[in-house]
């Protein structure tokens, strides 16, 4: 870990002040075989699969289409399964290397999101966005190891 002298000083003190998060929205996990994914989630851990009005509007296509299934977990957040049957599986030794886990989304309330975005640009933090999609709009950077955060907030109106 670094210390905190090689750290920029923007960086010490919060770029998005404390609450402007609102919580975590989703897990996103792009799965090569969608059967098999569902399978481990709903029967094997246990979470609850969900089904006609429970899935998120902004999803039914896609979920209709079969190119997402999403799960809940005990906390409430919300598990996307996102179909990719072109993806390399990863190495079944988690030492080996990192899954093929997406992104971690984060939740914001929509007038909160251009203030957002001037402080991440303010303290150098490159992001890809914001990106306007049914499920809402969005921005994308990388943590140090290159996991991709989305900050996200619902369609407006």
């Known amino acids: 870990m670094a210390s905190s002298a090689s750290i920029p000083s923007a960086i010490q003190s919060p770029i998005l002040a404390p609450g402007m998060l609102r919580g975590v929205h989703h ?6 075989d969608m059967q098999a994914a569902c399978y481990f989630y709903g029967t094997i ?10 899935v998120p509007a902004t999803l039914v296509k896609l979920v209709a289409e079969g190119k997402v299934t999403n799960f809940k977990t ?10 990719e049957p072109d993806y390399t599986p990863p190495d079944s ?7 093929r886990a997406d992104h971690l989304a984060f939740d914001i ?3 909160q999101m251009d203030h ?7 303290a150098n933090i490159e992001f890809k966005g914001p990106i306007v ?5 969005g921005i994308y950077f990388y943590d ?3 996991f991709t955060i989305e900050v996200r907030c619902d369609p407006e109106g």
């Open 27 to 32: 897990i996103a996990l792009n799965v090569k």
């Open 45 to 54: 851990l246990g979470l609850h699969r969900l089904m006609g009005d429970e």
């Open 74 to 83: 005990p906390d409430g957040t919300i598990l996307d399964l996102f179909w």
């Open 93 to 99: 030794d988690p030492s080996k290397g990192f899954t």
């Open 109 to 111: 309330a929509p007038e």
């Open 116 to 122: 957002a975005m001037e402080r991440l640009r303010q």
């Open 133 to 137: 999609r049914p499920t809402g709009r």
């Open 144 to 146: 140090p190891d290159g």
